[in-house]
């Protein structure tokens, strides 16, 4: 079934000056309306899609196949301001370009880390919340380690830090618009980004609860039904077969040219998870506090309920785990 279209309201007050150059006159910088090309070293660059600013439903109706209880009441949302979106999640070479070391370094130094950390009310180590062992080779518990393949085993608190560096980096660059930062999207944004101006339950369309295997969902998402195929190398058992993140892009894009919005990793943003607020909102950050932080998107592992545009979950944010990675967003501060 084809995906109905939600017209996206643009706003003038939401579009930055054009400029192209940055504060030393020789930068490039991001420019409104267009595609941004972050430089994280010699060989390595993020893509990032401009997101215009619009109004959409967020949330999903009871009626909608798959439907969960979190998802409402649905909420009418307008974000003023446009921003821009990685067009891929954070890739393990993006992740090496900027902090110097991949995926197999990230999880030696979670599985030594000593530190007791609040999971749910229980302070215990990582490694005892995720039920590995401290001595355990790293490679039972890795799956691809190409830089193609989204980076995983980052914590929210992991991609705040990147984003941070990143930002300071940026800074020093003069390659900052004004009163714009790298981030973690909001909730709002990555949903609104996900839909690309679509209604249906994915941006492929209507997912149906009896067919798991509905073609279109499969054109877009790696999630249970196909992750193992043309798998190879370690993974995790889905489905009796082994499986992991593929590389990134190895499905179509929505509409505004964002890949794996469904499935391949659960992508963390910035909220708190909380109840939507219903009616009209603007601009959204979520609760002011709460235990775990918004996920989006579904995994590899996830069927087909968690891949859709409105499913969401909730993880502690010291959780790193290997179906969930992130997603780097350039916003309004």
């Known amino acids: 079934?084809?995906?109905?279209?939600?017209?996206?309201?643009?706003?003038?007050?939401?579009?930055?000056?054009?400029?192209?150059?940055?504060?030393?006159?020789?930068?490039?910088?991001?420019?409104?309306?267009?595609?941004?090309?972050?430089?994280?070293?010699?060989?390595?660059?993020?893509?990032?899609?401009?997101?215009?600013?619009?109004?959409?439903?967020?949330?999903?109706?009871?009626?909608?196949?798959?439907?969960?209880?979190?998802?409402?009441?649905?909420?009418?949302?307008?974000?003023?301001?446009?921003?821009?979106?990685?067009?891929?999640?954070?890739?393990?070479?993006?992740?090496?370009?900027?902090?110097?070391?991949?995926?197999?370094?990230?999880?030696?130094?979670?599985?030594?880390?000593?530190?007791?950390?609040?999971?749910?009310?229980?302070?215990?180590?990582?490694?005892?919340?995720?039920?590995?062992?401290?001595?355990?080779?790293?490679?039972?518990?890795?799956?691809?380690?190409?830089?193609?393949?989204?980076?995983?085993?980052?914590?929210?608190?992991?991609?705040?830090?990147?984003?941070?560096?990143?930002?300071?980096?940026?800074?020093?660059?003069?390659?900052?618009?004004?009163?714009?930062?790298?981030?973690?999207?909001?909730?709002?944004?990555?949903?609104?980004?996900?839909?690309?101006?679509?209604?249906a339950a994915s941006y492929a369309g209507d997912v149906q609860a009896i067919d798991r295997g509905v073609s279109t969902l499969g054109e877009i998402a790696w999630y249970d039904a196909n992750s193992a195929h043309q798998y190879e190398g370690r993974g995790w058992p889905i489905n009796g077969n082994p499986a992991g993140p593929h590389p990134v892009a190895s499905k179509r894009p929505n509409a505004w040219g964002l890949y794996d919005m469904a499935g391949n990793l659960w992508e963390w943003c910035r909220d708190w998870y909380g109840t939507y607020p219903g009616g009209r909102v603007v601009d959204p950050l979520g609760p002011r506090s709460g235990l775990t932080r918004v996920n989006r998107g579904g995994s590899f592992g996830s069927g087909a309920a968690e891949v859709r545009s409105a499913a969401r979950a909730g993880n502690p944010p010291e959780e790193a785990s290997a179906f969930r990675g992130f997603r780097l967003a350039l916003v309004p501060q």
């Not at 192209?20 to 930068?27: L, R, S, V």
């Not at 972050?38 to 109706?61: E, H, N, R, Y």
């Not at 992740?95 to 749910?120: C, H, I, N, P």
């Open 1 to 199: 079934m084809t995906a109905r279209v939600l017209c996206v309201v643009m706003l003038a007050g939401g579009l930055l000056p054009g400029a192209a150059i940055g504060a030393m006159g020789t930068e490039p910088v991001p420019a409104a309306g267009q595609t941004w090309v972050l430089p994280l070293g010699a060989t390595t660059s993020v893509k990032m899609a401009w997101i215009p600013p619009g109004t959409f439903l967020m949330g999903s109706a009871a009626a909608e196949a798959l439907h969960r209880s979190d998802e409402a009441p649905t909420t009418s949302v307008r974000l003023s301001k446009g921003y821009w979106l990685g067009t891929t999640m954070v890739t393990i070479g993006e992740w090496k370009a900027l902090t110097g070391s991949g995926v197999r370094a990230q999880l030696e130094r979670a599985l030594r880390d000593d530190t007791l950390y609040d999971f749910g009310g229980t302070r215990q180590t990582w490694r005892a919340y995720m039920h590995f062992a401290a001595d355990a080779d790293p490679r039972a518990y890795l799956t691809g380690e190409s830089d193609e393949v989204p980076m995983y085993y980052v914590s929210w608190q992991d991609a705040v830090s990147y984003c941070k560096e990143l930002n300071a980096r940026e800074r020093a660059a003069g390659r900052l618009p004004p009163h714009y930062e790298y981030a973690l999207p909001t909730e709002a944004q990555w949903e609104y980004a996900a839909r690309a101006g679509t209604t």
